[in-house]
Every structure is written in structure tokens, then in C-alpha cells.
């Protein structure tokens, strides 16, 4: 008797060693590939978590992957793949394929093992989570998914799109004035009026058109007055400079001007027009209704002789005329 219980101490001291070398094997073993499962919720039983373990086992070793619930914080190598199983109550298990604490919460598949057998439990989860990483192994990773073509660029030769054409209207009092310096009048002719213009401009380039409806005005001479109405026209190129709300704009044109010019107490009038050039500066501030100054200058080449018998030439008609006003302008859009 005491010869077969001394026996009996050996077997059992020989199967111990071997399940405690066993259980020292390091998880996951080194070059080995394994797939790391990490259990979630309050509903799991310890039965039940070693169960699925050993028969999610047998499901991954078909595939030769190791199963790894607890790796080592020295493990060898990262798991090919990862799972959560989480389970609130005992009805329903989430499978979730990634790591809830590093990754956040992915959806994944859930099972309905509350009208399942509680021996073919562990099996039906085993099987789905297998079935769960299998589907999520043959989906390409986002890092070897093939990049999406670039756009195409426009070719150089495309043709741009035209630049928005912006329209302006202006309405402003106005002071013409003539100096005297330059037509050998005693004073300087001064008609006060209405200027409109019309500009149309494109980015920084445009053109404008205006009028200046004036009062009539005198040319004072030494011993002659003559009374002079004007009414003239312009066609400028506009060229524009803006800085933020500020803008400033010149312009650079030819003029046309119908004149008269008559004697008082006689009857001989000049009536014409007169042609010539226009440069003009204009300051505005703001974007679609804009207060505005400007100043122009005249220049007509050919002025007219004014005479009188028997005495002769005494003065000649206006050549250069200046301009001021102050108003407001209108832009579309």
C-alpha cells in the first residue's frame, strides 16, 4: 500500500510540473502569429470566457493563429488581429473587431445567444467571432488602399473665365472754370453745373462716358462781355488702382464741346463745337454706393479768334478748362 501511494505522489507531482511549465509558456510565443481577445461588460461568467477561449482556440488553429486573452506587457510581436467581446446582459454579445480601450467603439456584429443551449453557447460565439475576423482580414487595409487620382489640372491653354464687369453711375455738382491767363480775359470764367457719368470697368481697366450740364457764363474782357454757353462731351479709357475700400481712377479721353458765343447788343454769334482732349482723377471709398471727388483739365487745341471793327482780334475763346466735383456714384452688381 504505502508502495502504490508513493507511486500515485509521483504521477500527480509529473502532471503539475507539466501543466506549471505549461502555464509558464509565454503568451503570445515568440514568431508566432495570434490574435488578441479582450473581454467587455458585466454579463460574462468565468464558465462561459473560458469556454469561448478554448473553443475560439480550435477555430483560430485552423487557420494557425494563436489565441491570446492576457499577453505580457513584454510580448514579441503585435497581434495580427484584435477583437472585443462585449456583453452587458446575458442575452445579446457585441463582437467588436478592434481594441475598445486604444481605439474607440467600432460597429461590429451582434449575437443573440439567449435561445441558445448553454453547452453550444460558447461554440455558436466562437464561430461568429471567427466568422467576424475572417471578413474583417479580407477587407484592404486604409494604408494599402490605392491613393485617388489627383484631379486633373487645367491645361494651360484653357481659356480663363472672362472677369466680371462691373457698371458705375455718377452724379455730382461740378465747377468748370476757364483762367483767364490763357484766352487774355480780365477774370477767369467760372460755370457751375451737373456732371453724370457712366463708367463700365473690368478688373483694373474700363472706359467712361460723361456730360457736364453747366450754366451759361461770361468772358469778361477789357471793354467786352460776351456771354458763353458750353455743353461738353467726353469718351475716357478708365484706369482703376484700389487698396482695400479706397480706390482712385484716371482717365484719359477726347472731348467734344458745343459752344456758343455771343455779344452782347450784337448779332454776330459763334455757335460749334470744339474738340480736344480730356485727363481726369477721381478718389472714391467703398464698393457699391461711393462718395466721390474728381478733377479733370480740358485741352482744345484750336480756340477761336474774338474781333472787333475796326479794332481787330481783342481775346480768343477758352483752351483749357478745369474741373472739380463732389458727389455720389452707384456700382453694379
Not at 35 to 46: D, H, I
Not at 201 to 217: E, F, K, Y
Request: aromatic share 6%; charged share 20%.
Amino acid at each position: 500500500m504505502p508502495r502504490h501511494a508513493s507511486l500515485a505522489r509521483l504521477c500527480a507531482l509529473v502532471v503539475w510540473t507539466r501543466l506549471a511549465i505549461a502555464g509558464a509558456q509565454p503568451c503570445p510565443r515568440a514568431g508566432e502569429p495570434w490574435v488578441q481577445v479582450v473581454f467587455a461588460g458585466s454579463a460574462w461568467s468565468p464558465a462561459l470566457r473560458d469556454a469561448v477561449l478554448r473553443e475560439l482556440g480550435v477555430e483560430l488553429e485552423r487557420r494557425s493563429l494563436a489565441l491570446c486573452a492576457d499577453p505580457g506587457p513584454n510580448a514579441a510581436s503585435v497581434p495580427e488581429q484584435r477583437v472585443t467581446l462585449l456583453a452587458d446582459d446575458a442575452e445579446r454579445i457585441a463582437i467588436i473587431p478592434a481594441s475598445l480601450e486604444r481605439e474607440g467603439g467600432f460597429v461590429g456584429r451582434t449575437v443573440v445567444v439567449g435561445n441558445i443551449p448553454d453547452d453550444a453557447r460558447a461554440l455558436a460565439v466562437a464561430q461568429a467571432v471567427d466568422e467576424t475576423l475572417r471578413s474583417e482580414s479580407t477587407r484592404p487595409s486604409p494604408s494599402l488602399l490605392a491613393p485617388e487620382p489627383a484631379p486633373p489640372k487645367p491645361h494651360a491653354t484653357a481659356m480663363a473665365a472672362p472677369p466680371k464687369l462691373g457698371l458705375g453711375l455718377a452724379l455730382a455738382p461740378t465747377l468748370q472754370v476757364a483762367p483767364s491767363a490763357f484766352e487774355g480775359a480780365t477774370r477767369a470764367s467760372v460755370a457751375p453745373g451737373l456732371l453724370l457719368r457712366l463708367s463700365l470697368i473690368s478688373s483694373n481697366l474700363g472706359g467712361s462716358l460723361g456730360v457736364a450740364l453747366t450754366r451759361t457764363s461770361e468772358l469778361a474782357y477789357e471793354h467786352v462781355v460776351i456771354r458763353e454757353a458750353r455743353l461738353p462731351l467726353d469718351a475716357s479709357l478708365r484706369w482703376r488702382v484700389r487698396s482695400g475700400l479706397f480706390e482712385a481712377m484716371i482717365d484719359l479721353g477726347v472731348l467734344a464741346a458745343w459752344v456758343e458765343y455771343d455779344r452782347s447788343g450784337s448779332e454776330r454769334t459763334i455757335r460749334g463745337f470744339e474738340l480736344g482732349g480730356r485727363t481726369g482723377l477721381s478718389i472714391a471709398y467703398g464698393r457699391h454706393v461711393l462718395p466721390w471727388f474728381g478733377t479733370s483739365l480740358e485741352f482744345v487745341p484750336r480756340s477761336s479768334a474774338l474781333e472787333l471793327t475796326p479794332t481787330g482780334t481783342f481775346g480768343h475763346t477758352p483752351s483749357l478748362w478745369l474741373g472739380f466735383a463732389l458727389g455720389m456714384e452707384v456700382r453694379w452688381p
